[in-house]
């Protein structure tokens, strides 16, 4: 009898269903899991691509109610969540909070309608006022942070206050900063006698030796001190950065910490 030619490897699949016979069994079981899998993915395509659809209607409503204060919030809460100081917030808040107050004087409760007309004559109004450079500066910067922040998120297309400066620097006043002499006088006030005045004194050597953030100076502890090396440990720094600073050998210091 002829025997038939059969492909190479022919046998050894062959073989291998002779030798499982309930192979068949399992290959189905797998068709049904993979089916099952497959629906499952097919589901969760569906359940993301609704997701996101709510998201965009929910980003479109924003865009089309753009009122003051809702603004306020959210931008509060940006700040919040993108690891801004409580103490920064607070500050943009209250400045940002005369800002809007201006809009309300001029009837406009719609950032939408901010024009960059409107920002011009605020940063005028700003400008005549009898305060600090910086303090103009900070009634100007939060304003820009919360078109750029509208910007960024797509809740406006255009931004009013591209252009504006917070300030000239033509005008800053540098601030005086006391001299060797001065510096030693404040630091023998103290009453070394007290335990009270040997903390205010550390506090003294530690802001003069090393130029550290009040706020820094606030949230050290003892364990961020390393005398031996003498060096500061910042763990909350500016943008919740941390560094090393150096410092001077400060007796005061040594005599608090121990």
Not at 45 to 53: D, I, K, L, P, Y
Not at 148 to 172: A, C, F, K, M, V
Not at 200 to 210: F, G, N
Not at 213 to 221: A, G, I, K, S
Request: charged share 30%; with cysteine; hydrophobic share 30%.
């Amino acid at each position: 009898m002829r025997q038939e030619n059969k492909p190479q490897g022919y046998q050894k699949t062959e073989d291998r269903r002779q030798k499982t016979e309930d192979g068949g069994q399992r290959t189905e079981n797998q068709r049904r899991c993979l089916a099952v899998t497959g629906k499952g993915n097919r589901y969760r395509n569906e359940a993301t691509m609704h997701r996101v659809s709510d998201e965009n209607r929910h980003q479109r409503r924003d865009t089309k109610n753009m009122d003051i204060d809702t603004a306020k919030i959210r931008f509060k809460h940006y700040l919040e969540s993108s690891g801004y100081a409580a103490s920064t917030i607070e500050c943009y808040s209250v400045y940002l909070g005369y800002f809007l107050d201006y809009l309300r004087k001029i009837e406009v409760m719609d950032l939408k309608q901010v024009t960059h007309e409107t920002i011009r004559s605020y940063q005028l109004l700003v400008m005549d006022m009898d305060i600090a450079e910086e303090t103009k500066g900070m009634r100007l910067r939060p304003v820009k942070r919360l078109f750029g922040w509208l910007l960024d998120t797509h809740r406006l297309l255009l931004d009013p206050t591209e252009n504006i400066r917070e300030t000239s620097r033509q005008n800053r006043t540098v601030p005086e900063v006391l001299t060797v002499a001065e510096m030693r006088l404040l630091l023998e006030q103290p009453n070394l006698s007290l335990r009270m005045q040997i903390r205010d004194r550390a506090i003294m050597e530690t802001l003069y030796s090393s130029g550290i953030r009040l706020n820094e100076l606030v949230q050290l502890t003892v364990h961020d001190v390393d005398l031996k090396d003498k060096v500061l440990h910042i763990r909350k720094g500016k943008g919740n950065r941390q560094r090393v600073v150096p410092i001077v050998k400060c007796s005061h210091v040594s005599a608090r910490i121990s």
